[in-house]
């Protein structure tokens, strides 16, 4: 049963939707007067206004015939005052969303008056400080919705008026590290993880690293187009991920690896295969979280670190799915024609992972045995009686 929170969404025939909604899509806005009257806590407020409005009115009427018409009159007044602001509040013609759309635009205006477009490809990377922009900005909406929201309500209406991708409103770069990630992840783990690797990876300079991401480096506005328009060698996706810029693959993961579930992670990770093995230098597949990036090892979450670990060992990429079938067809065949197909895809992620684990416990051993080092030193007999005097 739906609690007192809850919206239910029914078909035409009531009956509850059965198939999967990503609410995080779009936007849900009751006009006025609509919103007006059918909202309200207590009752619905085109019951509970008339009501407020007799009990004002009764109260000023009574107040004419009394010597204590302030007594009456004030509640009277400030029950009228509360019934205009509503009023008010409700009909007005601009959201907060849309102010603070229009602040980030003419902030990106100050920055980049004359977005131009830039060809498809590497050509089309935002840096850190523009990702984490975006999140800080828009942060009281956001909340821990993902990146289906952040690009319908927010980098779509950016870039409405340019036609363009988000790179080029706000100022393209070249790219440094191409990211494989999953729409459905909250977008602030996504930035955490980003922004965790830009640290570790480039330093003092991490704020001016540079990602493609498809969210931001593709143009919302011609999808086709950024997908080859059927030929995946002209994908926006194959030509960044290529170019000779790119130094590896930063895949942004959770817990439930839910981005290898995805086919077009799939894609990216047969190309992050070859490039592994043919290009001198290339990094690979870096293991991105919150907490740092697995493959190195150090201070990140063992438990994030263990859970990963567990979902790859079952996981199989032949199974990841598309919201296209001609693109989950087209990427499998891909994979197939490759020696060991779907079945070294596996490998090499599961091979990513273990090489991971192997230097966290590596590290987290070395730490442990500090520490018991210490505890053994400090309960020493020897020591006691240094400190104590032979007491």
Known sequence: MPGKYI???LDANGKQLEKRLDTSMGTLHLV?????LLSGKVAPNAVLFPVLMLL?????????????????????ALLLAVLILSCQRLSRGRRLMEERLDDFQHHLQERQPAPEPV???????????????????????????????????????ITAES???????????????????????????????????????EGDQWLSARYWCCSFSNNQWRIPEELGSG??????????????TTMATVMLVDDGALALTRAW??????????????????????????????????????????A???????????????????????????????????????????????????????HYNRHFNRLLGALERANSPLLDDLLHGGE
């Open 56 to 76: 004002a009115l009764a109260a000023l009427q009574r107040a004419n015939s009394s010597n204590h018409w302030p007594v009456v009159g004030i509640p009277a």
């Open 119 to 157: 060809q498809r490809g590497s050509d089309r990377a935002v840096t850190t400080q523009s990702i984490m922009q975006v999140l800080d900005f828009f942060r009281f909406f956001i909340g821990d919705r993902d990146m289906y929201y952040v690009a319908s309500n927010i980098l779509k209406p």
């Open 265 to 306: 992670c799939l894609f990216e990770v047969l190309q992050t295969s070859i490039l592994s093995k043919n290009r001198p230098g290339f990094k690979g597949l870096l293991l991105c979280t919150p907490s740092g990036v697995l493959n190195y090892g150090g201070n990140v979450s063992v438990d994030m670190a263990m």
């Open 7 to 9: 919206f239910e969404l």
């Open 231 to 244: 030929d995946w060698a002209q994908s926006s996706f194959y030509l960044a991920l290529t170019s000779p």
């Open 32 to 36: 006025f007067p609509t919103a007006l």
């Open 163 to 201: 036609q363009l991708s988000f790179a080029e409103v706000v100022g393209p770069s070249v790219t440094q590290y191409f990211v494989s990630h999953y729409w459905g992840t909250e977008f602030s783990h996504s930035v955490d993880s980003i922004t965790k690797h830009a640290q570790t990876a």
């Open 308 to 362: 990963v670990a567990e979902r790859l060992a079952s996981l199989k990429l032949e199974d990841a799915h598309a919201s296209n079938e001609d693109d989950k067809r087209m990427i499998d065949e891909l994979v197939s024609s490759y020696e060991g197909g779907h079945q070294a895809m596996n490998r090499f992620v599961r091979g990513s992972i273990r090489e991971s684990l192997q230097l966290i416990k590596a």
